[in-house]
């Protein structure tokens, strides 16, 4: 199939280009994310690794004939599936996006596919939905992630806890999709591996106290606490109540909890504390940090996932010499795949080149990008602990 793409899309090339040299010199892009809510301080660093890869490619003048990019930021708010998806229609019908970067949290991301992108035909790239449900949703060949599924992460997180010797925990998880998602594959990874989980519950974000909740999981104990949460909502409030009343010293956190604000709040008072989010120690990953070159931090969550989701979207549409989502979602799957030649950070002039002369790409990009099954992210994960107040990388998975 990707031979065949690849061979006919010189002649769509050619009518794409057409079109844009006669008719257009701009597609938009969304860039939507939680720009406020619960992710808030994530998001900056995921916006910019897209919007680097938007950059890159009209530099380079090479798309669709000279086509520049210009992304459009929308506000996901991670929570309100509403306020989201009203934000996705604006992009669509008011700013005329070609294709979707985002969007981040789970809930919101399911609601954008279903109540918008499906009827409106347009593709959806998620740096960081990361909820199982994602990969059954019904979604045309519309959506893919350059996030593993938390399928993949409950496992992970697994490993992670039972090679520290923790056979014992206690769990509490934001009250949403990602949330209830990850903790219940976590639970389930963990007891098949031997393990106890004493409580699995659920907290609301918002909330100025969280006494109660960290009372019942004291109750039930465990050798540490995962707090399948936000770092900048009820997961940090979990976090002061369990060490304010000596519940909890240690924790271990899922992508959600992990970021500079994590060492903000707490500093010290977490170390000994465990976690894991996606990531690579991949030559692209270092590729991507080079480029980034201390304009913002490369290494945050979801920022490499961000430029790959973006550069995923524009090399799909000069494989199939279009801009219109439904000619070129068709193309997502081969440029992110074998065979053809690797593309890291930096290269995608050399991308759009081999497409416009009909040659193949693999994408690898920043993350290893791999995509199976239902167009997500086979899954890579940099392993953290907190050591001196500071978030510092154990290892790779």
Do not use: W
Not at 203 to 216: F, I, M, R
């Amino acid at each position: 199939m990707k031979k065949f793409l690849a061979a006919t899309a010189a002649t769509a090339l050619m009518a794409g280009t057409a079109f844009a040299d006669g008719h257009s010199s701009e597609i938009k892009i969304g860039v939507i994310l939680g720009f406020t809510g619960p992710i808030e301080s994530l998001t900056p660093a995921m916006a910019d690794g897209a919007e680097l890869a938007m950059k890159e490619v009209t530099d380079s003048g090479k798309l669709l004939g000279g086509t520049a990019v210009t992304p459009v930021r929308a506000d996901s708010t991670c929570i309100d599936a509403a306020a989201a998806t009203a934000a996705a229609e604006r992009l669509i019908t008011s700013d005329g996006v070609k294709g979707i970067m985002g969007a981040d949290c789970s809930g919101v991301t399911g609601a954008i596919l279903a109540n918008v992108a499906l009827a409106n035909g347009m593709v959806m790239i998620s740096p960081s939905a990361t909820s199982p449900g994602l990969s059954t949703a019904e979604d045309n060949g519309l959506f893919f992630r350059t996030a593993p599924s938390d399928a993949r992460q409950g496992v992970v997180m697994t490993e992670v806890l039972m090679e520290e010797g923790i056979n014992e925990v206690a769990v509490t998880y934001t009250n949403n999709d990602y949330g209830k998602g990850l903790a219940d594959s976590f639970q389930a990874a963990f007891e098949s591996a031997g393990g106890t989980v004493t409580i699995n519950a659920a907290h609301e974000d918002g909330k100025a106290d969280y006494s109660a909740e960290v009372g019942a999981l004291a109750a039930a104990g465990g050798d540490r606490l995962v707090v399948a949460g936000y770092v900048d909502q009820g997961g940090s409030g979990i976090v002061r109540a369990a060490l304010d009343s000596g519940a909890f010293d240690t924790f271990h956190f899922p992508d959600g909890m992990i970021g500079a604000k994590l060492e903000e709040n707490f500093g010290d008072e977490i170390d000994g504390s465990t976690g894991q989010h996606p990531g690579t120690d991949s030559a692209g990953a270092a590729k991507y940090t080079d480029m980034v070159g201390g304009a913002f931090d490369a290494t945050s969550p979801f920022s490499p996932e961000s430029y790959d989701a973006a550069a995923l979207i524009m090399l799909a549409m000069q494989a199939a010499g279009s801009s219109e989502p439904g000619d070129y979602k068709a193309t997502v799957m081969d440029v992110a795949n074998a065979p053809g030649e690797q593309i890291f950070p930096g290269e995608l002039a050399k991308a759009l080149d081999i497409l416009a002369g009909g040659g193949d790409i693999d994408y690898v990009g920043a993350t290893a990008v791999e995509l199976i099954g239902p167009g997500e992210s086979a899954g890579n994960y940099r392993q953290i602990v907190v050591e001196g107040g500071k978030i510092t990388t154990s290892k790779y998975r």
